[in-house]
């Protein structure tokens, strides 16, 4: 497999196989892999989530929790250089709102792309694409609609490569 372009966006809606997808391109770099989880454990239905990612990546993978300091989590990583998978970027939009709001979230994916044009290693993002649904009835989550979508245009001007996943389809997105 051809090492794909870094950093690169893999964008989908839930459950359509971008994580999978994410994963199979990271074996085309050598291991050991970095998996930055933004996920946090609330509830044992997550707890569950979690095991089976992790069981489906198995020994090569060195999990990182960085549930809200994204770019000072890659900053660090890049100075032992190896390739980083962050899963997902949706999640950590969450935590920083709901900790922070709305302006904590804007400054911190402009800081986040600030770090992806200069860390040296590969990096792979995985985010949902949270725009083709109805409008929410409630105004946090249109709020959260609204900032992700924000969020995922500015990550996606920042990376060298965009991919959107469709029932397990990889569709190329940037560079066409």
Not at 21 to 31: D, R, T
Not at 45 to 55: F, G, K, L, P
Not at 90 to 101: A, D, H, K, Q, V
Not at 135 to 146: G, M
């Amino acid at each position: 497999m051809n090492r794909p372009p870094t950093p690169h966006l893999i964008l989908g809606g839930a459950r359509s196989g971008k994580s999978t997808h994410a994963e199979a391109l990271m074996s085309a770099f050598s291991p050991p892999y970095r998996y930055v989880a933004t996920a946090e454990v609330l509830d044992e239905e997550m707890a569950r989530r979690v095991a089976d990612h992790q069981s489906r990546r198995g020994t090569l993978w060195q999990t990182v929790e960085c549930p809200l300091a994204l770019p000072e989590t890659l900053v660090h990583l890049a100075a032992n250089p190896a390739p980083i998978l962050v899963d997902c970027l949706t999640l950590w939009y969450s935590n920083l709102l709901l900790r922070s709001g709305e302006r904590a979230v804007k400054t911190s994916v402009m800081a986040l792309c600030d770090v992806l044009s200069t860390v040296s290693s590969p990096v792979l993002l995985v985010s949902n694409e949270v725009g083709c649904g109805i409008v929410p009835e409630n105004a946090l989550a249109r709020s959260y609609r609204d900032v992700a979508g924000w969020a995922n245009q500015q990550v996606a001007k920042a990376c060298r490569a965009v991919t959107y996943v469709v029932a397990g389809i990889p569709l190329a997105l940037k560079p066409r």
